[in-house]
């Protein structure tokens, strides 16, 4: 498993998963096996996951023995290992920043990019995105499209004059030339598919999170389990943390969306880049916030698939042992980010320079 071919579709799209096969460890046995985040939110090494035998997973202090390494030194991949177990989310998005950061190489850039499967997914959420554009250049958004691939296309051999007039202007706004427009819509597309990303991430937990703290009020108010403060302050702290979380983080997509929608207004080099730089600035918050909330969550649900299953006391149990083993670092990882400021900004900026 050394090239990106070779990753499955599943561990390139999750959140949790780092295959090791795109990274230059020394170890041959360790490029078959996975980094993963477990419930308790802690980094563990998987050697196999088979349907029916479960998961071999591994602490990293105990990597060593699996592979022989010297005791009396420091093994160069145990290094990279402990670097790599401190990232908070492992979504290609949150990795290229986060191992450029560590200054840990990938054999393959290809490696963190979305599936094409999942890209194709993810168009829907792209709506709001390409008709903006669509709309700057063509005037209308009626044009049927089905991934951004398309949207490329569509530019590279625009066949309406009006449309080749837009983009003559567009280029001279951006300050390229018109054969740099397509690198410029990839570049585009790239920063916005990330937001449709995590967009879609947050909607699929969404309804299981609902499910999670409506058992909370259960757990909260049945007539054995009430006696245990240390469980009631528990489910109070699990209760607000998630509900600030979801708040936090929806918010900060509205921000995003209305400094999309501002950005072509009146679009420039400097407003794109301003844009670019602060959405990359907050994919290893949103990642880390939405690894830590599904990983959590899909446990809970895994365990616990419906209403009927397990009781009060069964979920406390899983609650106390489980759930909150974590859960205060996620508000850490959320409070760290930056807001999308006004891009007026840019304007404010010039007035002040001399």
Known sequence: MNSSNDIRDSDRDALHILPLSMLPFETPGLKRARMIKNVRLESVIELFSEEGTGSGQMDIRDIGQEFGWPENQIHPDLVMLRKLALLPSFDVYSLRISLRQQGIDVENQDALKLSEAKTRDLTVYMTGFTHALIKEIYGSSDINIENFNDIIALFRDPDIKKAKEQLDVMATKLGIGLADI?????????????????????????????????????????????????????????????????????????????????????????????????????????????????????????????????????????????????????????????????????????????
């Open 182 to 354: 397509p690198t410029f819509l990839e570049d585009y597309g790239d920063i916005f598919l990330s937001l449709s990303y995590y967009r879609q991430s947050l909607d699929e937990i969404e309804p299981v999170i609902e499910e999670f703290l409506g058992s909370m009020d259960e757990i909260r108010s049945n007539w054995q389990l009430k006696q245990d403060q240390n469980l009631m302050r528990t489910c109070r702290m699990l209760q607000s943390t998630i509900n600030e979380l979801m708040a936090e983080i929806t918010g900060r997509f509205e921000n995003f969306e209305q400094g999309t929608k501002e950005l072509w207004n009146d679009i420039s080099a400097k407003r794109f880049q301003r844009v670019k730089s602060l959405i990359e600035s907050y994919h290893t918050t949103i990642g880390g916030v939405l690894c830590a909330l599904s990983v959590k969550i899909d446990a809970w649900h895994t365990l616990f698939p419906n209403h009927d299953t397990g009781g009060p006391v069964k979920r406390a149990e899983f609650i106390m042992s489980e759930m909150k083993q974590g859960i205060e670092n996620i508000q850490k990882i959320e409070t760290s980010a930056p807001m999308l400021a006004g891009l007026d900004d840019d304007e404010e900026d010039e007035e002040e320079e001399p």
